[in-house]
């Protein structure tokens, strides 16, 4: 059974910093592809960024590019969201999410979801 956990989420201030993490378990972590993506109340998911099983390429929105760094640890079975100058229009609840088949990426194939972590940010 896949389960993830997501943690990391918080209030922050416009141009601040917040690191989410998402733990992973139930499945051969280290074969899948991961993802980060949110949703606001009254909006579909929206995807973030994901980083393939090997972490040999990266992908990001372009909405958080340049500010965002997803990371993970196959040792761990752990990915990570480094969340660098927020903006209020980053809030949302972040999902980690997990790539539908091994060894393969795209960014519309991801179907097992945490439950969320909430990221507010204002002043």
């Known amino acids: 059974q896949v389960q993830l956990v997501e943690s990391g989420g918080g209030l922050a201030q416009p141009g601040g910093s917040l690191r989410l993490s998402c733990v992973a378990s139930?499945?051969?972590?280290?074969?899948?592809?991961m993802g980060w993506f949110r949703q606001t109340p009254g909006k579909e998911r929206e995807f973030v960024a994901a980083?393939?099983?090997?972490?040999?390429?990266?992908y990001y929105a372009t909405s958080v590019d340049g500010r965002f760094t997803i990371a993970r640890d196959n040792a761990k079975n752990k990915v990570y969201l480094q969340m660098n100058k927020l903006a209020p229009s980053d809030t949302a609840l972040y999902f980690c999410?997990?790539?539908?088949?091994?060894?393969?990426?795209?960014?519309?194939?991801?179907?097992?979801w945490g439950q969320g972590t909430q990221v507010t940010v204002v002043s």
């Open positions: 999410g997990t790539g539908n088949r091994p060894h393969y990426y795209h960014k519309d194939d991801f179907g097992s």
């Open positions: 139930g499945f051969a972590f280290y074969d899948y592809a």
């Open positions: 980083i393939t099983w090997d972490a040999y390429d990266v």
